[in-house]
């Protein structure tokens, strides 16, 4: 059975950091790209970063220059370092794996909340 779990959530001051991680055994050596998304009470799940198979990273533009997600497949865990964080990124963060041959079955974790105080 596949199970990603993430791990790291919690609550910090703006200003603070956090990093999360996603342990994702048989993933990170994989061929697709991961990913982290975010869910904020009452809103739709948002992308937020994603890294791919070569280590090449993108980043909403909400978070870039902030955040910065990174994997290591020795240890099988993806992690996502969260800096200068704001009220606004308060939500549930989901860590999502991909298999298949086109990266098309799609695996989730279960959350960790982040929670920024102003």
């Known amino acids: 059975q596949v199970q990603l779990v993430e791990s790291g959530g919690g609550s910090v001051q703006a200003g603070g950091s956090l990093r999360l991680s996603c342990t994702a055994p048989?993933?990170?050596?994989?061929?697709?790209?991961m990913d982290w998304y975010r869910q904020a009470a009452g809103k739709q799940r948002e992308w937020v970063a994603s890294?791919?198979?070569?280590?090449?990273?993108s980043y909403a533009d909400s978070v870039k220059g902030r955040f910065t997600i990174s994997k290591d497949k020795a240890k099988d865990t993806m992690y996502l370092q969260m800096d200068s964080l704001d009220p606004e990124d308060t939500a549930q963060y989901l860590c999502k794996a991909k298999r298949g041959i086109w990266c098309g079955i799609n695996y989730w974790g279960q959350g960790t909340q982040v929670t920024v105080s102003s």
């Open positions: 048989g993933f990170t050596s994989g061929n697709c790209a």
């Open positions: 890294i791919g198979p070569d280590g090449s990273t």
